[in-house]
């Protein structure tokens, strides 16, 4: 280092950690620091300020200086179609394909149709085989894809660095069934991993995700799942160690940058102590990472690439050796190829531009993550030992005892949601009632072969975060004319300002317009305004000394004015200040806490949606 270079940490006082916290006590003043803390789905609670772990120990799955591999997703009927698709993205950055056929649980009605060697030629026509690695996600018929590949590549002497998606348990969890007995069909996949080079069962936790599971039930459903393969492949003939090499890992990162970093972390931590019991030497897990299908919105779509960012981000800290990033429209439909280059781009411009990869596990020594990790880490192995216990995962999803967790935790995380305490960013706050349609592709569904099914469980329903405000904003936009509430404001702009604000977005976010305003010089002004607008609702929004002089004279005249559903931005200081609110015609109040979604829900009841 040059000597003239100062070294910086010299230049500031040591700051211990309870420095901090009277520094932080000092500025919330009559709030309590322990206001500042959280939970976590799983109950770990989240401290407002950390001390660095002054040891940090790196373990992310991917070694520093190695950029992960940009995956792109291949999902379109028409090999023809699919093939120009592969070659945009392979020449526009990719630098490996995840081949998803409509027989996938992970389709989502789409996925390509592989059924000969043919298809598969034309499909990677001028791809140079041996130099892209390819996951093959097929559901049932994931190992007969993937060895019409082999055929193909050894055909033209090439050789694949190929993953088979084959995963018999996330199948039967998604959809409900299988076409054999857990146990014939886990034995069949685990004889087929002799037939590939690579990894041939896949421990894949996008199920669990898009279900709703927590980061600890997400981690114990992949490390069960991964446990049951290791017995198959052992009980194929597979020795420990060569069996631990045949297992692949699929996890989700979502718009939770930090919690994401954790779990994934976690995850090699748990894998390698899950080798270790075997008397296995610890290895990282060959760890591909997908974009949260459950966090991806259908309004204001845009939105889904600031998700997807952050995502990537998390994966790409936590040592992701792949990472597919779902592209922005991919829950309205069949991505079309902007849509495609995004999601290609958003991996490019954190390894080429941000340099994300040249550090390993660069959030070792963060406090905040590495107490996480090891939380989240003790929490899933606990929860793994209760689902070893029951006699394994299969025996978990057949009592249903799994599923119940998991639905547990989806209906508290979406109450939160429908009460606005967990915002989705473009959908519940900050809707863009206006937005135009957004392009994707049309293309015939392709229709997947199917088995007649032996095995039935209670499938783990995919759940989106915006679904429950997606489906208001569906009602309100079938009403043919978009419902309108008018914005009563009062008194100055700065007495209105933060409960309009708060309830146009509250409103908006059930399709309803908000008519807003600058206020009123007189009540006559505001009911004549109100007249005017043709709206059937309005919202009295202001401060709790205008409303003191003005909300009870304002609600009588917009009640003369004809207004039937009138609320209150606010709730009112006591029993009497309703009482009396009531009386004027106000028939429902609007504050933090309410459920929203049964409000709004209520609201496009009343005005005909």
Known sequence: MNSKVENLTGSFDPRSYDDWVSVATKALKATPFDKLKSTTADGIVIEPIYEGNPAPAPIGARPAGAPWAIVARIDIPGNKTANAQVLDDLVGGASGLDLVTAESPNAGGFGLTISCDGCVKTLLAGVHLD?????????????????????????????????VIAD?????AATGRLGAKAEEAIA??????????????????????????????????????????????????????????????????????????????????????????????????????????????TRDAFTNMLRTTVATFAAGVAGAGSVTVLPFTQGLGLP????????????????????????????????????????VAELAWALFQAIEAEGGIVAALRSGSFHAKVT????????????????????????????????VMDLPRPTPKTVAPVEHVTAFVPHGLAEAFEGLRDRADAAGVRPRIFM??????????????????????????????????SIEALSAA???????AAVIASSDAVYEAQAVAAATALADAGCEI????????????????????????????????????????????
């Not at 690695?133 to 082999?150: F, K, Y």
């Not at 692949?248 to 390698?272: C, E, H, M, P």
């Not at 209150?568 to 979604?597: E, N, R, W």
């Open 131 to 163: 130099l892209i690695p390819i996951r093959i996600d097929a559901g049932h018929r994931s190992a007969d894809v993937g060895r019409l590949l082999l055929g193909v590549a050894a055909e033209q002497g090439k050789t694949l660095d190929l993953a």
């Open 188 to 297: 069949a996949a685990a004889a087929a991993a002799k037939d590939f080079p690579g990894t041939a069962l896949e421990a894949d936790g996008r199920v669990w995700h898009a279900a709703g599971a927590s980061e600890a039930q997400e981690l114990a459903g992949i490390l069960a799942t991964a446990v049951t393969y290791l017995r198959a492949l052992e009980a194929a003939g597979f020795d420990l160690a060569d069996a631990a090499k045949k297992i692949g890992f699929t996890a989700v990162a979502d718009q939770n940058q930090f919690r994401s970093i954790a779990k994934l972390r976690a995850l090699t931590l748990l894998w390698g102590r899950v080798l270790e019991a075997c008397g296995v030497a610890p290895a990282a897990p060959r760890l591909h990472v997908e974009t949260a299908r459950r966090m991806m919105a």
């Open 488 to 521: 009563a404001n009062l008194g100055r702009i700065a007495d209105f300002t933060a409960r309009s604000t708060w309830s146009k977005n509250l409103f908006e976010a059930g399709g309803i317009e908000a008519l807003t305003n600058d206020g009123f010089a």
């Open 336 to 375: 079309d190829a902007f849509a495609r280059r995004i999601a290609r781009n958003t991996q490019s411009i954190l390894i080429e531009e941000s340099n994300l990869h040249r550090v390993a596990d660069p959030a070792a020594g963060s406090g905040l993550v590495d107490t996480e990790t090891q939380d």
């Open 530 to 536: 109100y007249k005017a607008s043709g709206a059937r």
């Open 408 to 439: 547990a935790t989806a209906k508290t995380r979406l109450d939160a949601i429908a009460k606005r305490r967990e915002p989705v960013t473009g959908v519940s706050e900050f809707p863009n009632i206006g937005e135009g349609a957004v392009a």
């Open 566 to 609: 009138l609320y209150l931005a606010g709730k009112p200081v006591d029993a009497a200040a309703k009482d009396a609110y009531s009386k004027a015609g106000v028939t429902g109040f609007v504050h933090v806490g309410i459920d929203v979604v049964a409000t709004l829900s209520g609201a496009l009841d009343e005005l005909g949606a």
């Open 168 to 172: 018999p348990v996330g199948l039967l």
